[in-house]
């Protein structure tokens, strides 16, 4: 949301994230890790790469979206930016300080600054609560000796601004509907007044009409709270309206960092291009999109050097030794591909 | 000259210990061959319940209260489950839009293909693997023999897609209804299954039914598109008439708020309040709560699709 520009350009780094890595193992049991190799038993660990040295910075103000399709790994990047999984390695810090290796206890005053709103408003709100109850739980335990009067006004502040009748802070979230309950996550999300708010696809279950008013607060609460999003969707007609920046994932790796009007207008990755030119949009008939080639690879066993070129048609020898590094353009977009840097016909 | 599919006034119901629920409150649409036909609406207006109905796959306590489902003449609504199922899969097929729920996990896809085969035709178990063999290869699946031996799992989403629509293919049927067919996918995976799904309909003249929310997906696949509001069509026509300059207000504010046509940052537009519960359904325009046009006769009177200058067919009382 690009309301401040001025924000955006002071570039006060809100979050910086250093070169992070996760993987999960995911080889189960010790029996299940031995297996026969040239007649002997080995103990073989089985890893799925999620992430891999992604390298990000946030500043105040903006709406950074983290775009990529099903498994290239953007929720759990918005996991471990959030402390939810410790990073394999790599390094977070907010506003300077850093938050990746945290105890518990010396993680909870981040806590209150950074919230989370995630995707399934019928799974994210716990149905034995009700909405009073949700929204109270945070204020309590973070503000201990809040008053129960400033927490009751506090909570009808909250309802109102995201648009739902305080009248119904003692109903259960089965009573309400779908975009009812993400203005309640929402809600629940803004009640310790945060200064950065992940939001983990908080559209994508939601029916357009009721998409449009959810972007719409969304974008109001940044703007009347000064709020930094990290934004992590597949919708990139959602990430063209709301983003000041877009990150491009692949495969856990990040391919392209740019403007969202660079990244629309000239992208330069080819999974970027490939990815722009899917999108269907009202009132094109004719598809143009090109065509990637392949399937998307397993994060299990990452391909060798960049890790999109077994579906990438400028892909060569070097593109499969060598891990592309990321390229400066000249307008400020950050860009890991070896055809880019090599300037290779991609017309 | 008659229709290849032609649904006439079809109302749907369930019945339930309070009453009769009407999910689809007379609606009427046509399709022809190699026709593309796209409808869309919002969770709970009917639209998948409407290819249910054609099939005559209404679950209990659903079930059709008036209408006819006419398929190159015959009367689909009341046949006999026994030649219904000549029909259904066979001259008629329907897919999913979850494709891990619809192959069955513990076999192979050859196993089901043959399955399918065999179940309206009278074949060996070779001559359907051949048939086989020929539509994973029209849908574009690398190495079909090696694959025909595998199961479910041992494909990718979109892989998984295919092989449905390459199962719905078998018997060469004349429609084709896909129920939100790529609402599961990534969008590159969708672009291919959607050019997949438009190359299938030219080249072997099948008519397609589409039943969306994405409204970018209906207006580069179909021709010809129904918009449905609490279980009635309230715009229809061509696609490019309905998408470029809506007549309904509905589709006109569901136009509207779509992020993408604006500049970045502006407030998208928003319609006010939500979709109507069945049980709940306003008199007069089912829409008129959350229409800014709206005028006394709204408030009463059910709006008819009437034809506008346009050439389509809208249902509003302001038109």
Known sequence: MPYDIEAMNNNTPILTIKNVVKHFDISGGLLDQLKLKNGRIVREKTTVKAVNDVSLTINKGETLSVVGESGCGKSTLARVVMGLYPPNAGEIYYKGDRIDHLTHKEMLPFRKKMQMIFQDPYASLNPRKTVKQTLEEPLRFHNPKMSRTAIHDKIISVMKQVGVDPAWSSRYPHEFSGGQRQRISIARALILDPDLIVADEPVSALDVSIQAQILNLLMDAGRERGLTYLFITHDLSVVEHISSRVAVMYLGTLCELAKTEDLFATPAHPYTRALLSAIPRVGETKPKNIKLKGEVPTPVNLPTGCVFHGRCVYANERCINEVPKRTLLDNGTLVACHAVEENRDMD | ?319
């Open chain 2, 1 to 319: 000259m008659s229709h290849l599919l032609e649904v006439q006034d079809l109302k749907v119901k369930f019945a339930l210990r309070f009453g009769d629920l009407t999910a689809i409150d007379g609606i009427s649409f046509t399709l022809d061959k190699g026709e593309r036909l796209g409808i869309v609406g919002e969770s709970g207006a009917g639209k998948s319940v409407t290819g249910f109905a054609i099939i005559n796959l209404l679950s209990k306590p659903g079930f059709i209260a008036e209408g006819k489902v006419l398929f190159k003449g015959q009367d689909l609504s009341t046949l006999p489950g026994r030649e219904m199922r000549k029909i259904r899969g066979n001259r008629i097929s329907m897919i999913f839009q979850d494709p891990m729920m619809t192959l069955n996990p513990v076999f192979t896809i050859g196993t089901q293909m043959v399955e399918t085969l065999k179940a309206h035709r009278n074949i060996t178990t070779q001559e359907a693997e051949k048939i086989a063999l020929e539509k994973l290869r029209k849908v574009h699946i690398p190495s079909p023999e090696k694959r025909l031996a595998q199961y479910p799992h041992e494909f990718s989403g979109g892989m998984r897609q295919r092989i449905i629509i390459a199962i719905s293919l078998l018997n060469d049927p004349a429609i084709i209804i896909a129920d939100e067919p790529t609402t599961a996918l990534d969008v590159t995976i969708q672009a291919e299954i959607m050019d997949l799904l438009q190359e299938l309909c030219q080249e072997e003249e099948m008519g397609l039914i589409l039943i969306t929310h994405d409204l970018g997906v209906v207006s580069q696949v179909t021709e010809k598109i129904a918009v449905m509001y609490a279980g009635k069509i309230i715009e229809t026509g061509d696609t490019q008439t309905v998408v470029t300059d809506p007549s309904h207000p509905y589709t006109r504010g569901l136009i509207k708020s779509l992020p993408g046509a604006l500049k970045t940052g502006e407030k998208l537009y928003q319609i006010p309040g939500m979709m109507p519960n069945l049980t709940a359904i306003p008199p007069g325009c089912a829409f008129n709560p959350r229409c800014n046009l709206k005028d006394e006769i709204c408030l009463k009177e059910v709006p008819l699709l009437k034809r506008t200058e346009k050439g389509i067919m809208a249902a509003c009382h302001m038109i």
